[in-house]
């Protein structure tokens, strides 16, 4: 989670523990696909029209992540 002046930027990833490499745009997800996933409520204290927004999508852009 990321604040960008009134708004905020997140992204989640997912990678199996192993000596294989990852790139990080096949393990981006949003938050909620992540929270679902661990049955985890990441950013909890976050006001729930924030927390809505922010958890339900995700930009690779944002991040500065490329596409393979």
């Not at 909620?32 to 999508?57: K, Q, V």
């Amino acid at each position: 989670l990321c604040p960008d002046g009134p708004t905020y930027h997140a992204i989640a990833f997912v990678m199996n523990n192993d000596d294989r490499r990852y790139y990080l745009d096949k393990c981006a997800m949003s938050i909620d696909s992540l929270e679902e996933m661990t049955g985890l409520d990441l950013f909890p204290a976050l006001e729930d029209d924030i927390e809505n927004m922010i958890e339900s999508r995700f930009s690779l852009k944002d991040w500065n992540i490329r596409t393979k």
